[in-house]
C-alpha cells in the first residue's frame, strides 16, 4: 500500500479526521482551535518538521491542541522528519501541546489564561507515543539564531483539569529536552513511558500528576548535569506525583534535588544529588508519593 503524505501548514479551523492510510506532516506550529474536533485513526502517524521557522512564536514547528479543543483517539504516533519528510533521529521541533482551562499557565511564549467563559478542553487517547520530539538548546546563542529563550519539552501540558484530560498512556522516547512536562495541571495517567531524554524525566510545575498502572523512567547517568528522573518547580504551588498502590515501577537514574519521597516500597534517594537511583518492582504495600511543597 503506498503511503499518502499530507502536508499541514496553517491552523485547524474545522473538524477534520486524520486517517491511518495518510502520513501527516506538521510543516509549521500549528494549532487546534477552541470548539475544533480531531479524531485520530488507530494507528496514525504525525510527523513533526524540524528546523528553524522565524514566523512561528516557538520558532519551530508544533501541533498545539489549544485551550477549548477536542481530541478523539485511541492509538497514534508523533515522530520528528527533516525538511524532505524523512524520520529523522534528532528533536529540533516544537513538540507536542495540550492546553486546558484549568489554571493559568505560561510556558516558551505560550500562555493560557483559564475562565468560566472559556469552554473545556476534552483530550481522549488510548495512547499517545512520541520520539524525537521538542529541541535542545543551541549550541551557541546570537541574535541572528532567532531562538526561543530556552529548549523545548518534547510533550507539554498547561493548565490542563482532571475532567479534561482522558489520555491513557504516554511514551515520549529521546525528547529534546524533558520527557513530560506538566504545568499548572492535574491530570491522571494508567501508563507512562519516559526514555532517554536530553533533561529530565518528569518535570512537574505546580501540578499534579496520578500513575496508576505502570510508570518506567529511564534518565540513565549521563555526562549530562542537572539531569534527574524528577524535576519539580513551585512557582504558583506546590507539585505532586502520585503513584497508585500495585502500580509497576521501573525508574533508573539521578533521583532529583528537594524533593520528598513517602514510600513503604521505594528506597529513600542517597544524600548525594548525583547519586545513581534504581528501583524496578511493585507498589504492593502503598500508593508513594513524591512531592515538592516550596523548593525547586
Partial sequence: MTTSFQMIDSDITKNRRFSKKNVYIITTEVRVH????????????????NGLKPKCRLLRAALIFDQGSILRANRFYVKACNANCRQVKQ????????????????????????????????????LIA???????????????T?????????????GVAPKEWDIKEVRSFNSG??????????IQLDRLKVV?????GINLSSSRVEIKRSLILDVTKSKATDRDIFD???????????????CHVDIKGVFGDELVLSSKDLPKPNSNPEARYKFKGVTRKAATLVYSINLD
Avoid at 477552541?34 to 518538521?49: A, F, N, Q, S
Avoid at 513551585?234 to 505532586?240: E, K, L, N, V
Wanted: aromatic share 10%; no cysteine; hydrophobic share 35%.
Fill in 196 to 200: 532517554n531524554p536530553i533533561e529530565d
Fill in 146 to 158: 532567532k531562538v526561543v529563550d530556552d529548549d523545548i519539552d518534547g510533550f507539554s501540558v498547561l
Fill in 232 to 246: 519539580f518547580e513551585t512557582d504558583d504551588g506546590a507539585s505532586y506525583l502520585e503513584i497508585a498502590q500495585h
Fill in 34 to 49: 477552541k470548539g475544533i474536533r480531531v479524531v485520530i485513526e488507530d494507528g496514525t502517524t504525525i510527523l513533526i518538521m
Fill in 91 to 126: 528533536a529540533d521541533n516544537g513538540g507536542l501541546w495540550f492546553l486546558g482551562n484549568y489554571q493559568n499557565a505560561s510556558k516558551d511564549k505560550v500562555t493560557i489564561k483559564a475562565s468560566p467563559k472559556n469552554p473545556a478542553s476534552s483530550f481522549q487517547a488510548g
Fill in 130 to 144: 512520541t520520539y524525537y520530539l521538542g529541541r535542545l538548546d543551541p549550541l551557541k546563542e546570537t541574535s541572528r
Fill in 177 to 186: 529536552d524533558d520527557g513530560f512536562d506538566v504545568t499548572n495541571s492535574h
